[in-house]
């Protein structure tokens, strides 16, 4: 059976500056304290996607990327690429029906960082970030990434647009707040809560 929902972060691993890596899935405090089976790397780049056997998706995003899921009948993971096939986002999504008797915390249609979407014919919930700015989305990504997942910052989709959080926690607004969150996931959140449905951030 697959679990009920994926957690999912990002982490930096090259050095505290450079996003030169990009990593998924989140386990439970204490289960995996060697982490030796709760991060996986993810493809940064089309080509890579493609030769992992990740599928196209179309439909799920209005930006000029193009999307890839992990495998055909799982829409939990997904990956979006610019026009040159360079990564610029992630989505990450539980699966409706596994969280139909749990709605006081899985439906986030109050959110506007939460979407429903259709993947592989089964509805989900959705959350998306970016790597790059809107404007660079627009514009056709990056023609050469640098082996740098982002650069300046973090977007998180919303049904409206986007919401920016800037890289220097220095720079966060009154609406982040010091969260007792599990340690893996790091102490810092947006308010609403977002650890809940991801991406966390740290
Ligand atoms: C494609 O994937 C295979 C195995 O997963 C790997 O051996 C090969 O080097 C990859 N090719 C490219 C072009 O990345
Ligand atoms: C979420 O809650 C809203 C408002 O209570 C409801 O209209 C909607 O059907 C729920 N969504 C899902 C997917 O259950
Ligand atoms: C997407 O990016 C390509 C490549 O830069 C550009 O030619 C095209 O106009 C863009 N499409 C949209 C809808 O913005
Ligand atoms: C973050 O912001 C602080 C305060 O403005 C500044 O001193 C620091 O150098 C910044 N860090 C980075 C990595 O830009």
């Given at each position: 059976m697959k679990v009920v929902a994926v957690l999912l972060l990002i982490a930096a691993?090259?050095?505290?500056?450079e996003w030169a890596d990009l990593l998924v899935k989140w386990s439970r405090s204490g289960e995996d304290p060697s982490h030796a089976n709760s991060f996986f790397q993810m493809p940064r780049t089309k080509s890579d996607a493609i030769n992992n056997s990740w599928i196209e998706v179309t439909g799920l995003t209005s930006l000029n990327l193009t999307v890839y899921c992990y495998e055909e009948g799982d829409g939990r993971v997904c990956l979006e690429y610019d026009s040159y096939g360079n990564i610029a986002g992630i989505q990450a999504a539980v699966l409706c029906s596994d969280v139909e008797n749990v709605q006081s915390i899985y439906n986030r249609s109050n959110l506007n960082q939460y979407q429903i979407k259709t993947i592989f014919d089964e509805e989900y919930w959705t959350s998306t970030i970016y790597f790059i700015s809107p404007e660079t989305i627009a514009a056709g990504g990056r023609s050469e990434m640098n082996g740098l997942t982002g650069t300046e910052g973090i977007w998180i989709r919303t049904t409206d647009g986007f919401?920016?959080?800037?890289?220097?926690?220095?720079?966060?607004?009154?609406?982040?707040?010091?969260?007792?969150?599990?340690?893996?996931?790091?102490?810092?959140?947006?308010?609403?809560?977002y650890c809940y449905l991801v991406p966390c951030v740290y």
């Amino acid at each position: 059976m697959k679990v009920v929902a994926v957690l999912l972060l990002i982490a930096a691993t090259a050095s505290a500056i450079e996003w030169a890596d990009l990593l998924v899935k989140w386990s439970r405090s204490g289960e995996d304290p060697s982490h030796a089976n709760s991060f996986f790397q993810m493809p940064r780049t089309k080509s890579d996607a493609i030769n992992n056997s990740w599928i196209e998706v179309t439909g799920l995003t209005s930006l000029n990327l193009t999307v890839y899921c992990y495998e055909e009948g799982d829409g939990r993971v997904c990956l979006e690429y610019d026009s040159y096939g360079n990564i610029a986002g992630i989505q990450a999504a539980v699966l409706c029906s596994d969280v139909e008797n749990v709605q006081s915390i899985y439906n986030r249609s109050n959110l506007n960082q939460y979407q429903i979407k259709t993947i592989f014919d089964e509805e989900y919930w959705t959350s998306t970030i970016y790597f790059i700015s809107p404007e660079t989305i627009a514009a056709g990504g990056r023609s050469e990434m640098n082996g740098l997942t982002g650069t300046e910052g973090i977007w998180i989709r919303t049904t409206d647009g986007f919401i920016e959080i800037p890289r220097n926690v220095s720079e966060w607004d009154s609406a982040w707040t010091k969260e007792a969150c599990v340690s893996e996931m790091g102490n810092l959140r947006l308010i609403p809560p977002y650890c809940y449905l991801v991406p966390c951030v740290y």
